[in-house]
Nanobody, 131 residues
Framework: EVQLQASGGGLVQAGGSLRLSCAASGFPLDVYAVGWFRQAPGQEREGVSCISNSEGTSYYSDSVKGRFTISSDSRKNTVYLQMNNLKPEDTATYYC????????????????????????WGQGTLVTVSS
């Protein structure tokens, strides 16, 4: 069964850090570009970051650039999102999924790659940043 499971969320004060994990099962993560998305209540899902191990590239939305770092561990088949200097506006439920990017000159937008079916989004992991 193909599945992505996000975890690692929690409650943190502004300026704090969290590391999210996205564990894949049923397929090797290295084959696909995988990224992080977030959705706050009443808002649309937003792409945050995207990594492609096969291309050796990673991208970030302008809203998190310089604060978040995406990485992957092929042995654990897991993608991580290290989030530093968290802000209240980072509060959202975070999900992982297939991704692609648009942009250039270090300004990118991250999008869901609907060509890849990893199954339902799942519950995601909630990140709450208090001011």
């Amino acid at each position: 069964e193909v599945q992505l499971q996000a975890s690692g969320g929690g409650l943190v004060q502004a300026g704090g850090s969290l590391r999210l994990s996205c564990a894949a099962s049923g397929f090797p993560l290295d084959v696909y570009a995988v990224g992080w998305f977030r959705q706050a209540p009443g808002q649309e899902r937003e792409g945050v970051s995207c990594i492609s191990n096969s291309e050796g590239t990673s991208y970030y939305s302008d809203s998190v650039k310089g604060r978040f770092t995406i990485s992957s561990d092929s042995r654990k088949n897991t993608v991580y999102l290290q989030m530093n200097n968290l802000k209240p506006e980072d509060t959202a439920t975070y999900y992982c999924g297939a991704c692609f990017v648009h942009g250039s000159d270090d300004h990118y937008t991250v999008h869901v790659d609907t060509r890849v079916d990893f199954g339902p989004w799942g519950q995601g992991t909630l990140v709450t940043v208090s001011s």
